[in-house]
């Protein structure tokens, strides 16, 4: 990931930071090629943008929310201390939110583990950078998108990407493993027979494609 650009996880979504000394033209570019090396993990996602003190004018945010458009993001907030900046977000219709000039935002680590507490329903969709644990069902018509492992405490009958930041060694666990569609990294495997026995299983990649196992044949 680039030293200008971070986006990360947190329990409120995703948040992109820039650097406030970088050249937009840079800052720009390098967000455009992180957005198309990872298409299939921010497709559809909503960001908080957080600018911290730089100032940007009305026609600098125009084409920044533009190019993450042109990539299926939506920005859905803007954080800064600075006035102007703020301006031109509430002019482009984004909730703003100020900084403090003399703090700086805890940082978020990317692969944090995110525990959630609910029942995803058929056309909600939870991502998340890091690995993910659900405890709660994943309904058919339902998404969960990590960059890193996925466990679901419960049933899991709908779509589940796992590793979707690219890496292969992402797992997917569940109680009760009969999901509409199974991603790892770049990975994709058929639905399983739906007539199987309800029972704990794991899914990963081994030779070349994903494999579904019974939790006993799980190792570390």
Known sequence: MSDLITIKGSRDGLRLRLDANAAWSELLRRLDHHLSERRSFFHGASLVIDLGEREVSALQLEEMLALIRQHGVQATAIDSSERTTRMAARAAGL??????????????????????????????????????????????????????????????????????????????????????????????????????????????????????????????
């Open 95 to 220: 909730a703003t939110r100020p900084l403090p000039r003399y703090t700086e935002p805890t940082p978020v680590v990317e692969s944090e583990a995110l525990m959630v507490m609910r029942t995803l329903r058929s056309g909600q969709v939870l991502r998340h950078t890091g690995h993910l644990t659900l405890i709660g069902d994943v309904n058919p018509g339902a998404e969960i998108i990590a960059g890193g492992s996925v466990v679901v405490w419960g049933r899991l009958r709908g779509l589940v990407h796992a590793g979707a930041l690219g890496d292969p060694t992402a797992i997917i666990c569940a109680l009760d493993l009969s999901p509409t569609q199974l991603r790892i990294a770049d990975f994709i495997a058929r639905p399983p027979d739906r007539d199987k026995m309800s029972r704990p299983e794991f899914a990963r990649i081994a030779g070349g494609e994903i494999v579904v196992d019974g939790w006993e044949a799980f190792k570390r």
